[in-house]
């Protein structure tokens, strides 16, 4: 079954390259010489609002982007935690603050998919928003109970192929990126295998390892240590390359399934109408950011890979992001409260 979002799903990488040298070049210039109307920015503490609760990975990379953020650019950037309603309540309450640059977004996977899969979700991620700069991705890892009698995603395809139904998979929540991957991946090979929403990866992880579950995905962070302990096996990343992380691990491509590109993401967004020399201020910030050798230290305990890059390329990513996964909720017939 070759369905239509998975042409979505494959531009995304191409919109994370950017050219690194060109980047730079702009970091450096809008850093060097700051736009006018801002030389004052910031003047006050700025806000980063990250709609999840303290202590998960999103809210330890909003914590990493505030340190640098305020050591760049000379302010006080802190970190305001807004959870509830899978990302939502946060993000309604960035989206309705002031466009002054004093109030920020942490951005992640949830940012598009919520909002593409539930109607609850009361925001719209390309109108009400202005991108600012993309941070940092890496992809999910598809992993399996080891009882299970497959090696890899074309075996896994087939057996789902053979016992429609009879696979149990656990995601983090419906709504989130570890949901819709299931139904990109139903949608895109004809299978059914039934999802069971838990509340966050770590119970399902552990429902696996026990049989109760066949599979889930989770960010390589949260799997590795199981995988390597041969708690789980991994199968494949939701990638077009490997990741250096799990270099054994084939690739979504390598999988047979070409274009099959999901990526968990970090990024910063502001209100919509927020002031271009506020956005470039920051977008030059960060991308000197991850540029810096701590940092990329960091990336690399957590499995992502830095993505400097433009407001534009950013707005590009999200829009074509949102629309995919709007794509996959449609052809699923996805009804989510």
Do not use: C
């Amino acid at each position: 079954m070759n369905v239509k979002p998975m042409g979505a799903l494959s531009r995304r990488q191409a919109l994370l390259i950017s050219a690194g040298t060109a980047a730079s070049l702009f970091a450096s210039a809008a850093l060097a010489q700051g736009p006018s109307t801002t030389a004052s920015y910031p003047d006050r503490p700025v806000k980063i609002v990250v709609p999840f609760a303290p202590g998960a990975g999103t809210d330890a990379m909003g914590r990493l982007i505030a340190q640098k953020l305020g050591e760049v650019l000379g302010g006080t950037f802190v970190v305001d935690n807004r959870a509830g309603a899978s990302g939502a309540i946060g993000t309604q309450f960035v989206a309705q603050a002031p466009a002054d640059g004093y109030t920020l977004l942490l951005v992640a996977s949830p940012f598009t998919t919520v909002a593409a899969s539930l109607p609850s979700a009361n925001y719209d991620p390309l109108r009400q928003f202005a991108p600012v700069g993309m941070v940092a991705s890496g992809p999910l890892v598809w992993a399996a109970n080891t009882k299970l009698p497959v090696g890899n995603m074309k075996e896994l395809i087939a057996l789902a192929k053979q016992k429609p139904g009879a696979l149990n998979y656990g995601s983090a929540g419906s709504g989130g990126v570890n949901h819709l991957v299931l139904e990109s991946l139903k949608a895109r090979t004809g299978t059914y295998i039934t999802h069971i929403p838990y509340r966050g990866v770590a119970p399902a992880t552990m429902d696996m390892i026990g049989g109760q579950i066949q599979l889930v995905t989770g960010t390589i962070p949260a799997l590795l240590p199981f995988i390597k302990n041969g708690s789980v096996k991994a199968l494949a990343v939701t990638s077009a390359k490997r990741s250096s992380a799990l270099p054994d691990v084939p690739s979504m491509s390598e999988s047979g399934l070409v274009g099959f590109d999901v990526l968990n993401y970090f990024a910063i967004s502001a209100p919509a109408g927020t002031p271009p020399a506020i956005v470039n201020t920051l977008n030059a910030a960060i991308n000197k950011i991850v540029t810096m050798p701590d940092v990329l230290a960091r990336f690399k305990v957590d499995a992502v890979d830095p993505a400097p890059g433009t407001p534009a390329q950013l707005g590009q990513f999200i829009e074509a992001d949102y629309r995919a996964w709007v794509n996959v909720v449609k052809t699923q017939n996805l009804k989510i409260d």
